[in-house]
């Protein structure tokens, strides 16, 4: 029975490598000169630290443009609100992977309101749709591609 998974993931070796460019591009650029501003990059989530908020943005500005050339999609990070105390401001970037239970169950109800013969199941942190037909889950993927998702997508492992 042919059968796909649904999962959004990011490529973290390609992260690494976009903080690791903004990282450079902030040492070199003229405006950031004597300033202690950076980059830091714990699994999902990366640090910015500068000594103003003004700096944070535009450093978000130079991540999300690093991340964007390495092929990462922009919509799966989630930036929290920068802290700000005395002479140096913090700010938090978190890279979200993964299909939460909501939105799995959002796409299963989407699935089964197609009235084709598939069936979906949550597997953990992915979506798995089966059918009997190639075709019924070709427009699943269509269905769920023009679905507005907070998060991106990406469909993996098909088989017959």
């Known amino acids: 029975m042919p059968s796909f998974d649904v999962v959004s993931e990011v490529n973290m070796h390609e992260v690494t490598n976009a903080v690791d460019q903004a990282n450079r591009e902030v040492a070199n650029r003229f405006d950031f000169k004597g300033t202690n501003a950076g980059f830091e ?3 999902s989530e990366v640090s910015m630290s500068a000594e103003s908020d003004f700096q944070l943005k535009q450093m978000l500005d130079i991540l999300e443009n690093k991340l964007a050339k390495r092929g990462v999609d922009i919509a799966c990070i989630k930036v929290d609100t920068p802290e700000v105390s005395g002479k140096e401001a913090r700010q938090k970037v978190t890279l979200r992977q993964g299909i939460d ?3 799995a169950k959002k796409m299963i109800k989407m699935i089964k309101d197609t009235k084709l013969k598939v069936q979906g199941s949550i597997q953990g942190e992915k979506v798995r749709v089966s059918g009997k037909k190639r075709d019924d889950l070709q427009k699943i993927i269509v269905l769920l591609r023009e679905a507005e998702f907070e998060i ?3 469909f993996v492992n098909m088989r017959d």
């Open 152 to 154: 991106p997508l990406q």
């Open 41 to 43: 990059q714990k699994d």
């Open 101 to 103: 239970t909501p939105l």
